[in-house]
């Protein structure tokens, strides 16, 4: 469930494509498509903050969309948070698609973590301003 302004109020199962930036989770692991999505006031270990497409009609390769997915984020990341990235502090990670899922999928999620991956409460961008 969701507030008009798109919080998530209550925690439940959700297909990451359906999770938008200021969302929480939990569920750390290379390949995901469903995550436990959670109010970000409650414990969590990831928060996305951007979503973006990738380029091209083509299979490019899983290291290059790993590399893209990587670089497109950090890019991303300033701008997404006000924030400067810390690497003392954060981990960013880019979920891209894989070659299963590249015909009906090109979005990058792109999700910060403490660098310890241990359990929040509150909105990690807000955490080290």
Avoid at 30 to 52: K, S
Avoid at 94 to 99: C, D, F, H, K, L
Wanted: aromatic share 6%; net charge negative.
């Amino acid at each position: 469930m969701r507030t008009p302004a798109g919080e998530i109020t209550t925690g439940g199962s959700v297909g990451v494509l359906r999770l938008l930036p200021g969302d929480c989770f939990l569920g750390l692991i290379d390949e995901i498509e469903v995550v436990d999505a959670v109010p970000c006031a409650e414990d969590h270990q990831a928060e996305v903050f951007a979503i973006f497409n990738l380029a091209g009609t083509k299979w490019p390769g899983t290291s290059s969309v790993a590399q893209t997915a990587k670089s497109g984020c950090l890019e991303r990341f300033q701008n997404a948070t006000g924030l400067v990235f810390d690497p003392t502090h954060m981990v960013i990670t880019g979920y891209a698609p894989s070659e299963r899922s590249w015909k009906d999928d090109r979005s990058v999620l792109c999700a910060v973590t403490p660098h310890d991956s241990a359990l929040v409460r509150g909105r990690l961008t807000l955490r080290y301003q």
